[in-house]
């Protein structure tokens, strides 16, 4: 029986998952390896799901997110008209990924499927995906992309006998599986099935598509250029009716005054027309008390 999630259970875990904080800024690389490992799963899966919405191109029917415990190398389980067609195994690593840790965790999924049929029903039309929240190493990438010819030589030189035994002495669940399956039959299903994998830039760029699950998972804090800025800020000011001042303004402004006699000029409460504080200019022996009286004659000049 599969112990898959609940969609209630997904929406109760994000309320309380921790939401790192992300700078966006054109093509943003998202801090995926700042969440928690389920966090990263929740993720993959939501995303995944949205991709798969009615009306989207998707070659999986329906998606599964498994409990996490005891899945035996599936974090997601992927079904093509009920049948298990796939598998996404996530990995939250800050750093990349190595091809001896990707080689191992598909032989152990591997040597699961051999012991439960269910898990690989289909091997020649099997997809094993890995998501890896940062992501490979340039050997793991090499490995990948032609899995075909390079998975012979990691046979070839027994690398692949090797984890086998590795993973018989860690896991008890695999404990005797040398006394009914042999490593020639890891070998064969590892020439069969198909491996492809999922890098943080990649994930970046698919969850820029789907911007409602961004704010589930990250405390976004936006960046903008300096000329947008400026403009942001200046419509703000227009609602509250201000007017940005600039230093081209304020030269100006001290043009069109400089032709005014000094007692034409005007005060304007705190400040003089000039922008200095009455404080300063009593300070500097001007006679504010002339200015007021200036104002209230209705002397004016041309402002």
């Known amino acids: 029986m599969k112990k898959t999630i ?98 191992r965790e598909i032989v152990k999924f591997l040597m699961y499927g051999l012991c439960d049929s269910k898990l690989l029903p289909d091997v020649d039309n099997f997809e094993y995906h890995i ?14 992309l032609g899995f075909k010819a390079e998975i012979e030589e990691e046979i070839a030189n027994s690398a692949v006998n090797g984890f086998v035994k590795s993973l018989m002495e860690e896991y008890e669940s695999l404990a005797g599986f040398g006394q009914s399956h042999q490593v020639a039959e890891v070998d064969a299903l590892l020439r069969r099935i198909s491996v492809s994998y999922t890098s943080g830039l990649d994930l970046s760029r698919r969850l820029q598509a789907v911007p409602k699950l961004i704010p589930m998972f990250f405390n976004v804090k936006p960046i903008i250029d300096l000329e947008s800025a400026d403009k942001i800020i200046r419509e703000a000011l227009k609602d509250f009716g201000l007017q940005l001042v600039t230093d081209h303004d304020l030269a100006e402004l001290q043009e069109r005054i400089g032709k005014c006699r000094e007692d034409e000029r005007i005060n304007t409460g705190l400040a003089s027309i000039f922008g200095y504080h009455i404080d300063f200019l009593r300070h500097i022996g001007i006679n504010v008390h002339s200015w007021h009286l200036a104002a209230f004659r209705g002397n004016s000049g041309d402002i």
């Open 6 to 103: 609940a969609e209630s259970q997904i929406e109760a875990e994000l309320q309380s998952d921790y939401k790192p904080t992300a700078i966006e800024s054109g093509v943003t690389l998202y801090p995926f390896s700042d969440l928690d490992d389920r966090a990263f799963e929740r993720l993959c899966y939501l995303l995944l799901k949205e991709e798969s919405a009615p009306g989207k191109i998707c070659p999986f029917s329906s998606i599964a997110l498994m409990q996490g415990v005891g899945e035996r190398g599936r974090d997601i389980a992927l079904y093509r008209n009920g049948k298990s067609c796939g598998v996404i195994q996530c990995k939250k690593f800050a750093e990349r990924y190595t091809r001896p840790a990707l080689i």
């Open 131 to 144: 998501y890896i929240s940062s992501d490979l190493t340039g050997p793991a990438i090499v490995l990948c």
